[in-house]
């Protein structure tokens, strides 16, 4: 039976003061129950190694939300794989819609960008999600499947083995809308299928599927008991310990 994942992206929010008093807030909100799910938080790359230094000794996991694909070199500004294993760091979100959007990334630079993080021991979280004019028009599961087979190319399952798959539709992040549990369910299954067969499906099975877009307490649990939703990766939620836990005791 597959673990539910629960991540937070902080996106760009809080600095090494804000990282210390959310982090303790999560902290000792977890310490008052058990906890089945697996948690992963995502401060930005300032705040990393202090988020490690209070996470460590926890269940906590950390996770960064960007890599570059190169090792090292003259990438003004950008953040190598090696860079992000010195300060703690286990898991690293590529391919979110707003690197799409925003920063103009390709399948083809996030299949870079998946190839070296786990040459480096990286766990990644493939996100991808379509926008809601492709929505509208029909097309949720070509462009799903474009962006999967794209940014798995080349990739092998051995290679693959601690990835996690983060469905966002982009039109249900930071809008407050979300998709209903059965569309997430729909898409969440359809890619456990591509997945099969592009691997095989043992690894499908096995592998973990979060949903992500306007994640909250209200929502989760009913979210997160389709039979194909392993997780969430939340955002704004994720930002008041209250929030973000009461996600994670809905897993």
């Known amino acids: 039976m597959r673990k539910k994942v629960i991540a ?51 269940t906590i996991k950390l996770g960064a939300q960007n890599m570059y694909f190169e090792e090292s070199g003259a990438f003004t500004g950008e953040i190598s794989p090696s860079m992000l294993k010195s300060t703690g760091c286990e898991f690293v979100i590529l391919g979110h819609s707003e690197r799409r959007t925003i920063f103009h990334e390709t399948d083809q630079t996030i299949n870079k960008k998946i190839k070296t993080a786990v040459k480096h021991g990286l766990k990644p979280i493939f996100c991808i999600g379509e926008t809601l004019e492709e929505r509208e028009k029909g097309i949720t599961f070509k462009v799903i499947e474009t962006q999967v087979r794209n940014g798995l190319e080349g990739l092998t399952q051995s ?28 898409v969440h299954q359809f890619i456990r299928g591509l997945v099969a ?51 994670i005791d809905a897993a």
């Open 159 to 186: 290679e693959l083995s601690d990835m996690i798959i983060a469905y966002e539709p982009v039109w249900a992040i930071g809008t407050g809308r979300n998709a209903t549990p059965q569309q997430a369910q729909e």
């Open 8 to 58: 937070g992206n902080w996106k760009m929010n809080n600095d090494v003061n804000g990282t210390v008093n959310l982090i303790s807030e999560i902290k000792k909100e977890l310490n008052a129950k058990s906890q089945k799910a697996d948690i992963i938080v995502c401060p930005p790359f300032t705040n990393l190694e202090t988020a490690y230094a209070l996470v460590k000794d926890s």
């Open 197 to 247: 067969k592009l691997y095989n499906q043992g690894f499908a099975d096995q592998l973990v599927i979060q949903y992500g877009g306007s994640v909250k307490p209200d929502n989760a649990k009913e979210l997160l008991s389709q039979p194909d939703i392993d997780g969430a990766l939340v955002g704004g939620a994720c930002l008041k310990a209250d929030l973000f836990v009461k996600i």
